[in-house]
């Protein structure tokens, strides 16, 4: 006969790790396989790091619940014949399995991924794509590389596709005047950020995830448990682009004759990547490879096979599971763009105290609203604590961080600041250095305090809800603050040293493919994390290591796909579209092509 088997995975808190202590338990599983002989070393250094952790006594720290380290969950695997149960087979290997409290996670068979129709609607897309870069590109080379033809004069919609012209278009940047320069640097360390945040969070089993724990509840951890708030940054570009590129240049009559064109044109700006990463979620990255802790990415492609229809029309922060979790951004800011004319009307009216009440109101309306929002339902501030209540953090994501409400203040923060420049310009407005210094003290104070905001959340003696409230109501728009007066200063000569830096060439690349970055990295996280075979060590130099490595290949990929679906999809749109409303908020200030999307975690 055949005898099948089958890959299990139980969870063991450490609490009931004792009962593994035992004379009797130790004989037993010194025949045991390696598998388990491994994890019960794991264990035992585990208890020792205990000891290690200064200041806090193990037994007061299980009795008051400070840190709950009797807890802390460890995944076993085991490899055991198909017909038997996980308790039937432990019990064979340690015998009286009843002192050892488990919880059987997953257990996986031979061939259990098969094909969907999602999996051929995926090669027969893709498929196409790069039928269409080939044919695309041999026009192109034919035409202007053999023949010398001029490029202008050869069919668009037959161009479009070409990698050879995409590319070129890519890595090719032309000065323009008007141009935020500095933004470019600031889009793509935002971006840089947001994916060290995402590579701290996402990670194979440790050997010791005690110093990972601790390490987390320090102060030196600041630079990574801050990164959430970079998501704010985005929203505050996207609010001050959205005026810088649209006021002086475009009347309110006009915006809303064109109401459609501008709702249309932002949509299609972020379908096709958002598209394309939905179907490799749903048809190919579950068979790219596989591994011992596999099922998130099966998770991930199964709420997308489910969920795929909010993802596209960017309703998911409302729809949850979310499919592409991190994509929720994406949402909220085309719900802010929706309501955005409402403040761009009197904004473009060319009526200055008109724009201004318009937006000091509105920026008024969501500060308040987001305020009495946050006391009456008491969020935590930070899931980064030694403390979370059971259900608190999933009520923290649901409603407060994936919320349209109390997310919206940086994009209108962001929507003064864009007037701000405007007027600045217009008005040409100067200052003394002894102005700009000052400002600048008080600039980098208010960015300290936001990034430091929920720190103390780590301490275990930190108990007010007051607090917390408070700084889920003005922490962000603080930083959008602090960040809107540092673009101001470095567009109207005041940045220094600052402004050369973040205006480097070295980073319009890298913004230019911000978008796709975004969009791909934790997909790819994701698989990278669940082909992992064994525990890993915990170290920041290990773990900034990983992140180097695995941006290389966010970067390679991002580039990819940004020459082989976004460039040609943007140039179809605008063909069959027409030019739109002239210079619509889809495009970026700098004249280059909107590959500069606004985009984040």
Request: aromatic share 14%; net charge positive.
């Amino acid at each position: 006969m055949v005898i099948d088997g089958k890959y299990c995975q139980i969870s063991i808190v450490l609490s009931n790790l004792v009962n593994f202590g035992s004379k009797n338990e130790l004989e037993n599983l010194n025949k045991a396989g390696n598998s388990v002989k491994n994890e019960i070393y794991l264990y035992e250094r585990i208890r020792k790091d205990l000891q290690a952790l200064d200041g806090i006594e193990t037994s007061k720290t299980l009795r008051r619940g400070a840190i709950n380290i009797g807890g802390l969950p460890f995944r076993v695997a085991i490899c055991i014949p198909k017909p038997c149960s996980t308790r039937q087979a432990l019990s064979n290997l340690i015998g009286a399995t009843e002192l050892v409290s488990y919880q059987e996670q997953f257990c996986r068979f031979k061939n259990d991924k098969p094909w969907t129709p999602a999996v051929y609607v995926a090669i027969v897309i893709f498929s196409l794509i790069g039928l269409l870069a080939i044919l695309s590109t041999s026009y192109d080379i034919w035409n202007t590389v053999i023949r010398k033809r001029d490029p202008k004069s050869l069919n668009t919609i037959c161009l479009s596709f070409s990698i050879y012209t995409n590319s070129r278009s890519l890595v090719t940047y032309k000065p323009v005047r008007g141009a935020l320069e500095c933004v470019d640097g600031i889009r793509a360390i935002s971006m840089a950020w947001i994916v060290v945040g995402h590579t701290f969070g996402s990670f194979p089993p440790f050997i010791n995830s005690l110093e990972f724990m601790q390490w987390g509840m320090s102060f030196g951890s600041i630079w990574v448990t801050a990164s959430p708030i970079g998501v704010d940054t985005f929203f505050t570009l996207s609010g001050l682009l959205i005026v810088y590129t649209t006021v002086g240049k475009l009347s309110n009559m006009k915006l809303l004759k064109n109401l459609h064109l501008f709702y249309i044109n932002r949509f299609l700006r972020m379908f096709p990547l958002l598209a394309t990463t939905v179907l490799l979620q749903v048809g190919v990255l579950h068979y790219i490879h596989d591994g011992p802790i596999w099922t998130r990415v099966a998770g991930n492609t199964e709420v997308c096979r489910t969920n795929w229809w909010s993802t596209l029309l960017l309703v998911q922060n409302y729809f949850q599971p979310m499919c592409i979790g991190h994509t929720w951004y994406l949402a909220i800011d085309m719900q802010l763009h929706i309501l955005s004319p409402l403040v761009l009307f009197w904004v473009l009216s060319g009526k200055r105290n008109r724009a201004w009440s318009a937006l000091i109101v509105v920026l008024l309306i969501s500060l308040t609203g987001s305020t009495i929002y946050n006391f009456l339902n008491d969020f935590i501030s930070t899931t980064v604590r030694p403390v979370l209540r059971p259900g608190e953090g999933q009520r923290y994501s649901k409603y407060y961080y994936y919320n349209t409400l109390t997310r919206s203040s940086p994009f209108f923060v962001g929507m003064c600041f864009g007037y701000l420049i405007h007027f600045w310009r217009e008005k040409n407005i100067r200052i003394t250095k002894i102005w700009s210094y000052i400002l600048w003290i008080v600039n980098l104070a208010v960015l300290w305090l936001a990034f430091y905001a929920t720190t103390p959340m780590k301490s275990t003696d930190f108990d007010s809800q007051t607090v917390e409230n408070l700084v889920n109501s003005f922490m962000r728009p603080a930083w959008a603050l602090g960040l809107g007066w540092l673009i101001l200063a470095c567009v109207e000569g005041y940045g220094g040293p600052i402004n050369w830096f973040l205006s480097l060439r070295m980073w319009k690349l890298p913004s230019r493919l911000s978008y796709a970055i975004y969009l791909l990295h934790m997909p790819i996280q994701v698989v990278i994390v669940g082909t992992a075979s064994q525990h890993i060590y915990f170290s920041v130099m290990n773990f900034m290591y990983m992140y180097f490595g695995q941006f290389v290949i966010f970067f390679i990929i991002s580039f990819v796909f940004t020459i082989l679906v976004d460039f040609p999809c943007t140039t179809i749109f605008k063909v069959l579209l027409g030019s739109g409303i002239k210079n619509s908020t889809s495009e970026q200030a700098g004249g280059t092509r909107n590959m500069q999307k606004e985009t984040s975690d």
